[in-house]
């Protein structure tokens, strides 16, 4: 089986285009790209993504897909913000309870969807999006679709604030990609994780118990859908039901573009994070061309297109070659 670190040549390719795109938007926008107030946003903007991305990367790999992580973010989110709205007089056991109850909402939400998925063997992009449309609905009936606003400064830290010059929030990205690329490299789960994406029905007749690893991958999705959960809230001062939705294709593009294939088995973190910085960059340069949103979705879109006919042929190509 293919090592789980990636090979230096598709790390130098992704590496290359990274460089190449940073370059380009330089030079689209002289004199504004690479501005302190640009670098800041994009450190700011990255982590929430970046966060959601891990958690659906980490599915992807066992051949499945989340759809429901924007869904698990925002219903743990609205329930952090509640209890943070609901304790004004003592900040600090607030944040605890919140803090809490958003991992506990979050991780509940994993293991719904790990159950569906390993033990009622629904397939994964339907019970994900049964998952998605049962908590969107539950996180409208509790806000009504208004915005929960406005929490303490200690709360607002987590998704604005600064520790040694670097934005805290990048830093708990950076924090939850390394822990990430230790569980997928260096655990047992993890191990497992790429061969029932390589090969379910080999894996489990290997003594692997794949219901098992299924379900605490999906746990761990939900997870970092909740860590995200807690930088958006923080970043926004707010929650919200539709916050996000238009994340879900760009984590998806992300972790494609990244090196995981859609089939399972295959992918990194340094991967995944050195598309994350493209597409970031990306999306800064599209705002100060003032380039319509709409578009910018599209555009998504068509990368996302390229990128998977373009892993399409070359895996063709190796077939031809093998025989």
């Given at each position: 089986m293919?090592?789980l670190?990636?090979?230096?040549?598709?790390t130098s390719?992704l590496v290359?285009?990274?460089?190449?795109?940073?370059?380009?938007?330089?030079?689209?926008?002289?004199?504004?790209?690479?501005?302190?107030?640009?670098?800041?946003?994009?450190a700011?903007?990255?982590?929430?993504?970046?966060?959601?991305?891990?958690?659906?990367?980490?599915?992807?790999?066992?051949?499945?897909?989340?759809l429901?992580?924007?869904?698990?973010a925002?219903?743990?989110?609205?329930?952090?913000?509640i209890?943070l709205?609901?304790q004004?007089?003592?900040?600090?056991?607030a944040f605890?309870?919140?803090l809490?109850?958003?991992?506990?909402?979050?991780?509940?939400?994993?293991l719904?969807?790990?159950?569906?998925?390993?033990?009622?063997?629904?397939?994964?992009?339907l019970?994900?999006?049964?998952?998605?449309?049962?908590?969107?609905g539950i996180?409208?009936?509790?806000?009504k679709?208004?915005?929960?606003?406005?929490?303490?400064?200690?709360v607002?830290?987590?998704?604005n604030?600064?520790?040694?010059?670097?934005?805290?929030?990048?830093l708990?990205?950076?924090?939850?990609?390394?822990?990430?690329?230790i569980?997928?490299?260096?655990?047992?789960t993890?191990?497992?994780?790429?061969?029932?994406?390589?090969?379910?029905?080999?894996?489990?007749f290997?003594?692997?118990?794949?219901?098992?690893?299924?379900?605490?991958?999906?746990?761990?999705s939900?997870?970092?859908?909740?860590?995200?959960?807690?930088?958006?809230?923080?970043r926004?001062?707010?929650?919200?039901?539709?916050?996000?939705?238009s994340?879900?294709?760009?984590?998806?593009?992300?972790a494609?573009?990244?090196?995981?294939?859609?089939?399972?088995?295959?992918?990194?973190?340094?991967?995944?994070?050195?598309?994350?910085i493209t597409?970031?960059?990306?999306?800064?340069g599209?705002?100060?061309?003032?380039?319509?949103?709409?578009?910018?979705?599209?555009?998504?879109?068509?990368?996302?297109i390229?990128?998977?006919?373009?892993?399409?042929?070359?895996?063709?190509?190796?077939?031809?070659?093998?025989?």
């Amino acid at each position: 089986m293919r090592p789980l670190r990636l090979e230096k040549k598709e790390t130098s390719v992704l590496v290359g285009i990274m460089i190449l795109v940073i370059i380009i938007m330089v030079l689209a926008n002289p004199g504004t790209f690479l501005t302190y107030t640009n670098m800041k946003g994009m450190a700011y903007q990255l982590p929430e993504l970046g966060i959601l991305t891990l958690a659906m990367m980490v599915v992807m790999i066992s051949g499945g897909i989340n759809l429901s992580i924007i869904a698990t973010a925002n219903m743990a989110g609205i329930v952090a913000a509640i209890i943070l709205k609901s304790q004004p007089g003592s900040p600090s056991v607030a944040f605890l309870l919140a803090l809490g109850a958003c991992l506990g909402v979050s991780s509940a939400i994993g293991l719904l969807n790990g159950v569906l998925v390993a033990f009622v063997e629904m397939p994964p992009i339907l019970a994900t999006l049964g998952t998605m449309t049962l908590f969107n609905g539950i996180s409208i009936v509790i806000t009504k679709g208004y915005v929960i606003s406005g929490f303490s400064p200690a709360v607002l830290y987590i998704g604005n604030g600064m520790l040694l010059g670097i934005p805290f929030p990048l830093l708990i990205f950076l924090l939850a990609a390394i822990v990430m690329s230790i569980f997928l490299r260096k655990t047992r789960t993890g191990f497992s994780l790429f061969m029932i994406g390589s090969n379910a029905m080999a894996t489990k007749f290997s003594g692997i118990n794949n219901m098992a690893v299924l379900i605490r991958t999906y746990l761990v999705s939900g997870i970092y859908s909740g860590i995200a959960a807690l930088v958006m809230i923080s970043r926004f001062n707010s929650a919200k039901s539709g916050y996000g939705d238009s994340y879900l294709l760009i984590t998806i593009l992300a972790a494609v573009l990244g090196g995981v294939k859609s089939e399972g088995g295959f992918g990194n973190v340094s991967g995944v994070v050195i598309a994350l910085i493209t597409l970031q960059v990306l999306s800064s340069g599209f705002n100060l061309l003032r380039v319509s949103s709409f578009l910018t979705t599209a555009i998504w879109g068509f990368i996302m297109i390229a990128v998977m006919v373009t892993n399409f042929l070359i895996e063709n190509r190796k077939t031809r070659g093998a025989t």
